[in-house]
């Protein structure tokens, strides 16, 4: 059994060191494999970002006040929101927000003032660009902390609760550290798999992707710390191409041509992308599609790369998560070797 095994793993090196060898040996498989990977890690690095980091908003204050005056100075001191422009008139609101020009409006009303100084409620309007969700929600989540504070402060008195919070693995809430982990496992899954599902179509062997272009890129550019250990990194990635080699190999096998591997391909990628919870979390998915999900190696691999990398869990912490990529991959490698002994000359 041990000599068995000794001899898959010297088999599986040297099957290894050949495909590198065939990559770096021919320079069009060479830019197919590495210049889209380190084009798309510094575009998702930079692009997929949730954050509010700048938000422009527009003012209408017809108050005029002291107190209107103190309460849009909170906002243009967070150094979050900026006014790109006061207006006279609250119909010119919608058209900025339209035209893209800000995220945010806020008007404040003639008698603010007064009802202030009275006692009694005055209301302020915040109104978002509802076309990009995440901003809108975060723009008013940040608008209402701000005229809470300025409210506890008018009233010359402290909140009698405080809450003080903590982000683990992600202090700062950077949406950067939870993406780039994430588009590791995306990335090598779509070349992984358009690479295997080609080598038949194209009669020859081109080899798998190698995933640390992107570490690198997420640890030194963008400086996503790793807290975990590469040994269990590179064992969840070995398991996780094999199940997605298993996947092309199968798309390899049934297809006649490279159109219709692409066409495969690109059928395939986008509902295994969905389901795997790169963009929204598996648990908010109807109970149906969350079965689906355990037979996507996506969900699994990020899963393990994200905790990994981000928590610094063990592999006996993970194990669950690397039963179902092994099911995976027997299936999908055994069914690709019956397509290829039965379906091809």
Not at 48 to 57: R, T
Not at 164 to 172: A, G, L, Q, Y
Request: hydrophobic letters at 50%; charged letters at 15%.
């Amino acid at each position: 059994m041990m000599d068995d095994i000794r001899l898959f793993l010297q088999q599986l090196r040297v099957i290894c060191v050949k495909e590198i060898m065939a990559i770096w040996n021919d320079p069009a498989t060479r830019r197919i494999v590495v210049v889209p990977v380190i084009i798309l890690g510094f575009l998702f690095g930079y692009a997929a970002n949730y954050n509010l980091e700048d938000a422009p908003y527009v003012a209408v204050d017809e108050s005029r006040s002291y107190d209107s005056s103190r309460l849009l100075s909170r906002f243009d001191g967070t150094g979050l929101f900026h006014r790109v422009a006061t207006l006279q008139n609250p119909d010119e609101m919608g058209t900025i927000i339209t035209r893209g020009d800000a995220v945010m409006a806020v008007f404040i009303p003639a008698d603010f003032q007064r009802k202030l100084d009275g006692g009694e409620k005055a209301d302020i309007q915040i109104i978002t660009d509802g076309r990009n969700t995440m901003t809108a929600g975060l723009s008013s989540a940040y608008a209402a902390h701000i005229v809470g504070q300025f409210n506890l402060e008018r009233a010359g008195r402290e909140s009698p609760v405080t809450i003080e919070s903590r982000t683990w693995f992600n202090p700062n809430q950077i949406t950067r550290w939870f993406f780039l982990p994430g588009i590791i496992g995306l990335l090598s899954f779509a070349q992984v798999f358009l690479l295997a599902g080609l080598s038949v179509a194209r009669e020859r062997e081109e080899g798998t992707f190698q995933c640390t272009i992107l570490l690198c890129i997420s640890y030194f550019w963008f400086n996503v710390p790793f807290a975990g250990s590469l040994v269990t990194f590179y064992t969840a990635l070995f398991f996780y191409l094999l199940s997605s080699t298993g996947c092309g190999l199968i798309v390899s096998s049934i297809s006649k041509n490279m159109q219709q591997v692409l066409v495969y391909v690109i059928v395939f990628m986008i509902p295994m992308a969905l389901l795997s919870g790169i963009i929204t979390p598996v648990r908010n998915m109807p109970p149906f599609l969350q079965l689906v999900t355990y037979a996507d190696p996506l969900r699994f691999a990020l899963e393990l790369i994200r905790r990994i990398y981000l928590e610094g869990l063990t592999f006996g912490e993970l194990a669950w998560n690397f039963v179902p990529l092994t099911v995976i991959s027997l299936v999908t490698l055994t069914i690709a070797g019956y397509l290829f002994r039965h379906h091809m000359n």
